[in-house]
């Protein structure tokens, strides 16, 4: 792998990594949107909102024990040492298993606490992939830190492929959620066989290295903190919606969250792989040709992204007429609302690995907190007052009170750019105010159903 870095320069890859991240995502996105038609048909809402408490509570698990493994070997200068992600590949494993065993031990807690009996036994079924991701050989992350990423896209999507095909047999064959739990830990497996199989590298070996496992734990204990805030911003919404409202209509504000999230994803995709490696080897402080690029670059996404999302607060309430039956209309409306509050999350996207980049893992973790705590604490206080818009308001609104604390841990590194803030802002005020204008009479409407 060393040999092919060699010769590309660092923005030749960025271009080429971003093309495989989009295409990757874009293609995961429509075999995604496949299977979804193909499994509403097939199984009732209430299944969705059940499979939706699942997801909540194993992305919680993962996001409240990571280790920042993935931040490491793309960040640290060992990051390419056999004993170094050895260590790494040990203590993914080890934590892989626990977090299995942390799953089945809340799977009645969880069951009685949404009172969803259905639980009890998704939860361990599904959770198992936690087991498998475990395994994952750390070749995987290596091509992410060189921005080589072609080949794990495509094993992404053939495990993708493996997943969907089993949900939609399996849900033909039992006609119950448990066709869901199943077809998840088959596409993580498929995606361990194809990783072992297709990746160039060494294989990996059990090893406990004192001052690798002291590095990964030194820079942990931090990531281990930001990553429990930021579950509190990506699937909060979904833990505490989950207390409110039916199964049935969990289900209706999950296929409206699926596709007005997919435009945000992408950028969390692209902005997690691809900006530690250029604040990393193109630092703004070290020359103002670094500033411009990364400049260029920040422009670049948030356009792209926000254009994808202003189109998804348009077309929400007709896309959702389109592809699915009446029993999901309530869905259109509620993209309309949450592809308008997710624009200033865009807008910020591209800041916070800034520190990541330079090892700064303390600063990153006080704005996941303070963002983590605003958006909680608006979240609640808006559904208990003004139900579910209140509740997705508070998302838009808690980026703009975290902005200041943002901007404070970006600016040692020269990476603000007040100005793209402004001109991205007040095209998300036109656009989305005039999609929520439009909608109105149809958002009021179903709302009411929910």
Request: aromatic share 10%; charged share 15%; net charge positive.
């Amino acid at each position: 792998m060393k040999l092919a870095i060699n010769d590309q320069s660092l923005m030749a890859r960025v271009v080429r990594s971003t093309s495989w991240i989009i295409l990757g995502f874009g293609t995961g996105q429509i075999l995604r949107l496949g299977s979804n038609l193909l499994l509403t048909r097939i199984l009732f809402p209430e299944a969705f909102g059940l499979m939706a408490l699942v997801t909540v509570i194993i992305i919680g698990l993962s996001l409240f024990s990571d280790m920042g493994i993935s931040n490491a070997i793309a960040q640290n200068p060992r990051g390419d040492e056999p004993d170094f992600l050895d260590s790494a590949w040990t203590v993914q494993i080890i934590r892989g298993g626990l977090l299995w065993l942390l799953t089945c031990a809340l799977a009645l807690p969880a069951a009685t606490f949404y009172d969803a009996p259905e639980l009890a036994y998704c939860l361990p079924l599904a959770g198992f992939s936690l087991v498998i991701q475990g395994l994952q050989p750390t070749r995987v992350e290596t091509a992410y830190r060189h921005l080589l990423v072609g080949r794990v896209t495509a094993i992404n999507l053939m495990a993708q492929v493996c997943g969907i095909v089993s949900m939609v047999t399996l849900a033909i064959w039992t006609q119950s959620v448990i066709a869901l739990a199943i077809g998840s830990v088959l596409q993580e497996a498929a995606k361990l066989a194809l990783a072992h199989w297709a990746l160039p590298g060494r294989r990996n070996a059990l090893r406990w290295e004192p001052a690798a496992t002291h590095e990964l734990i030194g820079m942990g204990k931090w990531i281990f903190l930001s990553t429990a805030c930021f579950f509190l911003t990506t699937q909060g919404d979904r833990a505490i919606l989950g207390k409110y409202l039916s199964l049935e209509a969990m289900g209706i504000y999950n296929i409206a969250f699926f596709l007005a999230n997919f435009p945000v994803q992408l950028g969390q995709d692209v902005n997690q792989r691809l900006m530690i490696p250029v604040y990393r080897d193109k630092p703004a402080l070290h020359s103002d040709e670094n500033r411009r690029k990364q400049r260029q670059l920040r422009y670049a996404l948030t356009g792209g992204i926000l254009s994808i999302l202003w189109l998804m607060a348009w077309i929400g309430p007709w896309l959702v007429d389109l592809l699915y039956d009446h029993r999901y209309a309530s869905a259109g409306p509620v993209i309309v609302l949450l592809a308008s509050s997710l624009a200033p999350s865009i807008i910020v996207l591209t800041y916070d690995r800034a520190s990541l980049a330079a090892g700064n893992t303390k600063g990153f973790f006080f704005y996941t907190a303070t963002r983590a705590f605003v958006q909680t604490a608006l979240f609640l206080a808006g559904v208990a007052n003004f139900g579910l818009v209140g509740g997705i308001a508070a998302m838009g609104l808690a980026v703009f009170l975290s902005y200041p604390t943002l901007m404070r841990q970006t600016r040692p590194y020269r990476a603000e750019d007040p100005r793209h803030d402004l001109v991205f802002l007040a095209a998300s005020a036109i656009l989305c105010g005039g999609a929520l204008w439009y909608h109105w009479p149809k958002i009021s409407s179903s709302l009411g159903l929910m």
